[in-house]
């Protein structure tokens, strides 16, 4: 059975539309990935898929119930990009009362732990850092113990450590055969991460696959060469250019051209060219459907 079934969902902000005839499929045990620029309906789609806004148009089923049946047996856990927390609470009381929710609750202990959260149980949510506050969002969706879990940007005001300590949870607790599906701006946690990439832009998925498929699906690939003082956005195919490491790095749709424009600007010193990164493959597709 799949975890998520999401077919021809719409949803329109008065004349702006968020999302446009979405359809896709996520099977259980799968960790998934949705991408896409501000705007581009990541939020509004996970809202749907939550039962938390109805959609114009389209029906979502969950392990082959509605959202508000999944919710209620306890097999769908979100951690929303803000809000969430209760005032005056503490860390210990949002979890006790969560506990007491779900019918096969995750021990508050491991649920602890796994946040690292333990040393600020008795913490009030208003002493919280916004890196500790999204840890605790992150403890509140995993202590039902979901079958899915539906992370917004969930990495979003944590340090470069806590970003990794989170993704090493996350690969925890994908091993025992739960369903994961987050959206993120952090494209490199998605091609670490995800099995699968969803890439959304002005409502639609236009891609769909996994990090290699999708960076296949473009042209693009990387020109690195020693930095110079030259203006090389003016070359043929150079769509973005980046200084690193006392380096050019070029990202080109004509690699072919933009080297022949190197060597004959005299430009072509201890030459590099790599396919496509992610990153390079999500800029050129919501380019082009921009």
């Known amino acids: 059975m799949n975890a998520v079934e999401l077919e021809k969902l719409s949803y329109r902000y008065g004349n702006v539309r968020a999302v446009e005839d979405v359809s896709l499929t996520v099977a259980a045990g799968e960790v998934v990935a949705m ?3 501000n705007g581009a309906g990541k939020s509004t789609t996970l809202l749907m898929l939550l039962g938390l806004l109805p959609p114009a148009t389209g029906t979502v089923r969950l392990f082959g119930s ?71 969002r992150f403890a509140m969706a995993l202590i039902g113990r979901p079958d899915l879990l539906v992370l917004d940007e969930p990495t979003a005001a944590l340090d470069v450590e806590a970003r990794q300590e989170f993704w090493a949870a996350i690969r925890r ?14 494209l490199e946690e ?20 996994t990090a290699d498929s999708v960076k296949r699906r473009v042209s693009v690939r990387t020109v690195s060469v020693v930095l110079q003082n030259f203006d090389y956005s003016v070359l043929p195919g150079v769509a973005a250019f980046a200084q690193q490491g006392g380096r050019a790095v070029l990202t080109s749709t004509d690699s072919d051209a933009t080297v022949l424009a190197l060597a004959e600007a005299g430009l072509l010193r201890d030459l590099e060219v790599a396919g496509a990164g992610l990153e390079e493959a999500y800029l050129a597709l919501t380019r082009v459907e921009a």
């Open 35 to 37: 991408l896409g620029p």
């Open 66 to 136: 509605s959202p508000a049946a999944a919710c209620a047996a306890g097999r769908v856990g979100a951690m929303p990009q803000a809000g969430g927390l209760l005032p005056r609470s503490t860390v210990g009381d949002l979890l006790r009362f969560l506990h007491d929710v779900y019918p096969d609750p995750m021990p508050i202990a491991e649920a602890l732990a796994t946040a690292d959260l333990t040393d600020l149980v008795d913490r009030t949510v208003e002493k919280l850092s916004g890196g500790q506050g999204q840890r605790l």
């Open 173 to 186: 607790y994908a091993r025992q055969g739960r369903t994961v599906l987050f959206s993120t701006h952090y």
């Open 190 to 209: 998605a091609d670490a991460n995800a099995d699968r990439i969803l890439v959304l832009d002005r409502g639609r998925v236009i891609a769909d696959g």
